[in-house]
T-cell receptor, first 112, second 117 residues
């Protein structure tokens, strides 16, 4: 079954802790993206990667980090430097950077 | 800078009727792409329809069609024969093809559609 998966679905974090959100795809897509969504808002781009071992900052990268060691995986780490991390995080992928983006089911992060 | 505006925070429609969700955009670049996504309460973003700025005809996908008026910079989504399962948040998004061309999507604020039986 081809698709894009994110885990966990819900994540709780204490203040001062780093957490890593998983994003995996088996669509053989080159480009992958991380977006953040706050309640009642549209999505904002955190980081993106057009190819393995390469990634760029999006509009709101501060307090986040990523890696792209494998084509199918693009994990996002929310660091303690992110001042307001409680949000819904969505991962997406596309064949190339100009193709349609397809999204995973999302991870809802809550900071306690 | 590119901008997407969805002016309808919420819309209501009767089952089996058609509904139009508004989207206007602002860009000076001649090459761009316009997307509509559906987000049900589960949270997943579901791709519905795409329109390229150079496409001559309005895009259609089943019950979804995109009313593309380039001169007015609008890209309204038309859902025909609404179903209860269409109740969701709908987002308009634009992909800017110029500059770094990395495929970034800029999203509007969304419109909540409620379909009444």
């Amino acid at each position: 079954d081809g698709g894009i998966t994110q885990s966990p679905k819900y994540l709780f974090r204490k203040e001062g802790q780093n957490v890593t959100l998983s994003c995996e795809q088996n669509l053989n897509h080159d480009a992958m993206y991380w977006y953040r969504q706050d309640p009642g808002q549209g999505l904002r781009l955190i980081y993106y990667s057009q190819i393995v071992n390469d990634f760029q900052k999006g509009d709101i990268a501060e307090g986040y980090s990523v890696s792209r060691e494998k084509k199918e995986s693009f994990p996002l780490t929310v660091t303690s430097a992110q001042k307001n991390p409680t949000a819904f995080y969505l991962c997406a992928c596309s064949g190339t950077s100009t193709d349609t983006q397809y999204f995973g089911p999302g991870t809802r992060l809550t900071v306690l | 800078a590119q901008k997407i505006t969805q002016t309808q925070p919420g819309m209501f429609v009767q089952e089996k009727e058609a509904v139009t969700l508004d989207c206007t955009y602002d860009t000076s670049d001649p090459s761009y792409g316009l997307f509509w996504y559906k987000q049900p309460s589960s949270g997943e973003m579901i791709f519905l329809i795409y329109q390229g700025s150079y496409d001559q005809q309005n895009a259609t996908e089943g019950r979804y069609s995109l009313n593309f008026q380039k001169a007015r910079k609008s890209a309204n989504l038309v859902i025909s024969a609404s179903q209860l399962g269409d109740s969701a948040m709908y987002f308009c998004a634009m992909r800017f093809a110029g500059g770094t061309s990395y495929g970034k999507l800029t999203f509007g604020q969304g419109t909540i559609l409620t379909v009444h039986p």
